[in-house]
């Protein structure tokens, strides 16, 4: 009996060293792939923000779908059981959003500065366009004043 339970043993320890690998690397795919979901969403976040600042954000939303492709082939891999390719892919997904935050805030800066030169440049032609009616204006009322004046200070005969 003994034979037999110090075999069991050896069995179990060798299927748990297989285990134990198997089950570690389906926890790091499924970890890797909740975490290239949270960066996608927050990478989401961003763009809309920037996007709401009227910002260019083509090369953004490329990124973005590139990195939401790769999640797709990750949870695709994951669910056909390919730990290694899930892992892989997810990961990719994180590599490819590397700095897109950053990316998406200089656009987003670079479009509220050029927003602001904008209205500060419309403003200033807009003070310089009433300046000019009122010298028109002025200037109008100034002629005909003289206009009038010449009038009746010359004789009629």
Known sequence: MSKTFASLT???????SF???????QTSALSAIQTAQNTIQ????TVAAA????ANVDTLMITLKQATDQLNQAQLAYAAG??????????QSQSTLNGFTNQAATLQQTAIQTKTQQQTTNNLLLIIA???????VLSWFTLNRQERRQRNETPTI
């Open 42 to 45: 927050t990478c989401t976040q």
């Open 130 to 136: 009433v300046a000019l009616f009122a010298v028109g």
């Open 10 to 16: 050896v069995l179990f320890m060798l299927l748990a």
């Open 19 to 25: 285990a134990a690998p198997l089950a570690i690397a």
């Open 51 to 54: 996007e709401a600042a009227e």
């Open 82 to 91: 390919n730990n290694n390719d899930a892992y892989r892919y997810a990961s």
